[in-house]
Each structure stands twice: as structure tokens, then as C-alpha cells.
């Protein structure tokens, strides 16, 4: 089992295969959102009130700490948190926060992997 971790107060993100997050997009709007735990699946679910569209600018946050997750001195459109994978080894997962664009990126000692339609949209990053 994958275990998704906040890089800011080392708290558990995860319950299963979905992380936990708060959430608030550009327009104001605030709700939580739970994400696949699985790299490359962007299925997510949140309530069904919270009118989140397509392109919308998504701030992460952790809902441990409250700190900001943005992936600080990469990119303004990329969060960041860490992953134990079950092999105990851990690894640095950034991810699109733009809704609709679908990048992953999976960052270790051995090197980036990528997941994603949208891959190729931050890649120069790394
Ligand atoms: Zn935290």
C-alpha cells in the first residue's frame, strides 16, 4: 500500500486509495477533494454543490497543517507531496493544479517518471 504524506508536517494524506485534500479554486470557492491514490488516475471526487470547471486554478492545501502544498520553486501550477511506496521507498509526486490537465510526475533518486496526457507540458521543469 502507497502512503501519501505532507511534505510540511509529515502527516498522512491518504486513507486507502484516495488522498485527502482542502481545496480552493480562483473564483473562492472551497470544498474537500479526494483524489486517486493511483498515479495517472484523474478520477476525483468532491461535493456535488461545488461547481469546480475546467481550467479552474486549484490551491492544495493540507488539511493537517494548513500550509499551502504548491510546488515551491518549480512551478505556480504544480502541488507537491511525498509518497512512501510499498516498497518503502519514497518519492516527491507533483501533480497539474489546473483542473483538466493531466500531468503527474513521480520524482526519486532513479529519476522522473511521468504520467498523463499533459506529461509533456511540465517536463522541462525537472
Ligand atoms: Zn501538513
Same mark, same amino acid.
Given at each position: 500500500m502507497k502512503n501519501y504524506i505532507c511534505?510540511? #508536517?509529515? @502527516? +498522512? =494524506?491518504? /486513507?486507502d486509495n484516495e488522498i485527502v485534500f482542502l481545496t480552493k479554486n480562483n473564483k473562492g470557492e472551497s470544498a474537500i477533494v479526494l483524489l486517486s491514490?493511483? =498515479? @495517472?488516475?484523474y478520477s476525483f471526487r468532491k461535493n456535488d454543490n461545488v461547481d469546480f470547471e475546467e481550467g479552474d486554478h486549484v490551491n492544495f492545501i493540507c488539511p /493537517? #497543517? +494548513?500550509e499551502n502544498l504548491n510546488a515551491e520553486n518549480v512551478d505556480d501550477n504544480l502541488a507537491c507531496v511525498k509518497m512512501i511506496d510499498s516498497n518503502g521507498k519514497a518519492k516527491k509526486i507533483m501533480f497539474s493544479k489546473? =483542473? @483538466?490537465?493531466k500531468c503527474t510526475y513521480a520524482i526519486s533518486d532513479e529519476g522522473v517518471d511521468s504520467f498523463g496526457d499533459n506529461k509533456d507540458t511540465y517536463s522541462n521543469r525537472f
Open positions: 511534505p510540511k #508536517c509529515n @502527516g +498522512y =494524506l491518504s /486513507i491514490a493511483e =498515479l @495517472g488516475n /493537517i #497543517c +494548513y489546473v =483542473l @483538466g490537465e
